[in-house]
T-cell receptor, first 112, second 116 residues
Framework: GENVEQHPSTLSVQEGDSAVIKCTYS??????FPWYKQELGKGPQLIID?????GEKKDQRIAVTLNKTAKHFSLHITETQPEDSAVYFC???????????FGKGTRLSVIA | GAVVSQHPSWVICKSGTSVKIECRSL??????MFWYRQFPKQSLMLMAT?????????EQGVEKDKFLINHASLTLSTLTVTSAHPEDSSFYIC????????????FGPGTRLTVT
C-alpha cells in the first residue's frame, strides 16, 4: 500500500521567513496530494492540493510543488506569520474515493 | 462551502456506556465519509470508510462491533462507541468526500471523548 513520509517533524522559522515541508510517497498510482493545517483541538483544514497532472500550484502565500518522477511533493509558505503556527499534514490517495494516507505531520512554529 | 460539522465537540462518559458521534456535511453531499482517531501529537489513524446505504469498511485492528458506523443519508454518518473504556478516550474526527470533486476530503472539527 501507499506510504507517505514527511519531513521535518518540527520546524521553527522567524516571522517573515519562508517555510518548506517535504513529503515523499511510494505508490506511483497516487494522483491526489492535499495539504492540511491542524490547529490545537481542531480538525484538519484543507489549505491546498495538487493533482498529478500539475507540477505546481499557488494560492497567495502558499504553494505546492509535485515531482512525479521522484515521487515527492512540497509545501512552501512565504512571508510566514504567527498565525501560520500549526501542525501541517501532507497526504496522498490513489483514486478519488479511496482514503487518504497521511504523513506524520510537521509542527511549524513561527516566531514573532 | 464544504463545511463538515461534528456533534458533540466533546463528551465525557462513564466506562461501560455508549456514545454516539454525528458527522454532517452541511452544504454538499457525501456518498463516502471516513472516521479517524487521533492520539496527542500523532497523525490521523483511519478507522473505517463509511458509504451511504451500505456497510462500513473497517481497517485492520478496528473492532466493528465496538465502533458502530451508520451512514443513512448523503449528509450524515454516525459513529457509536459501544461499551466505552478508558482506552477509547481519544480525538475522533470524521471527513466527508465531496461527490464529484475527485479526492477532496473535508474534515469535521473533531470530538474529544473522555471515558472515566
Amino acid at each position: 500500500g501507499e506510504n507517505v513520509e514527511q519531513h521535518p517533524s518540527t520546524l521553527s522559522v522567524q516571522e517573515g521567513d519562508s517555510a518548506v515541508i517535504k513529503c515523499t510517497y511510494s505508490d506511483s498510482a497516487s494522483n491526489y496530494f492535499p495539504w492540511y493545517k491542524q490547529e490545537l483541538g481542531k480538525g484538519p483544514q484543507l489549505i491546498i492540493d495538487i493533482r498529478s497532472n500539475v507540477g505546481e500550484k499557488k494560492d497567495q502565500r502558499i504553494a505546492v510543488t509535485l515531482n512525479k518522477t521522484a515521487k515527492h511533493f512540497s509545501l512552501h509558505i512565504t512571508e510566514t506569520q504567527p498565525e501560520d503556527s500549526a501542525v501541517y499534514f501532507c497526504a496522498a490517495s490513489t483514486r478519488g474515493n479511496t482514503p487518504l494516507v497521511f504523513g506524520k505531520g510537521t509542527r511549524l512554529s513561527v516566531i514573532a | 462551502g464544504a463545511v463538515v460539522s461534528q456533534h458533540p465537540s466533546w463528551v465525557i462518559c462513564k466506562s461501560g456506556t455508549s456514545v454516539k458521534i454525528e458527522c454532517r456535511s452541511l452544504d454538499f453531499q457525501a456518498t463516502t465519509m471516513f472516521w479517524y482517531r487521533q492520539f496527542p501529537k500523532q497523525s490521523l489513524m483511519l478507522m473505517a470508510t463509511s458509504n451511504e446505504g451500505s456497510k462500513a469498511t473497517y481497517e485492520q485492528g478496528v473492532e466493528k462491533d465496538k465502533f458502530l458506523i451508520n451512514h443513512a443519508s448523503l449528509t450524515l454518518s454516525t459513529l457509536t462507541v459501544t461499551s466505552a473504556h478508558p482506552e477509547d478516550s481519544s480525538f475522533y474526527i470524521c471527513s466527508a468526500l465531496a461527490s464529484g470533486r475527485l479526492g477532496e476530503q473535508y474534515f469535521g472539527p473533531g470530538t474529544r471523548l473522555t471515558v472515566t
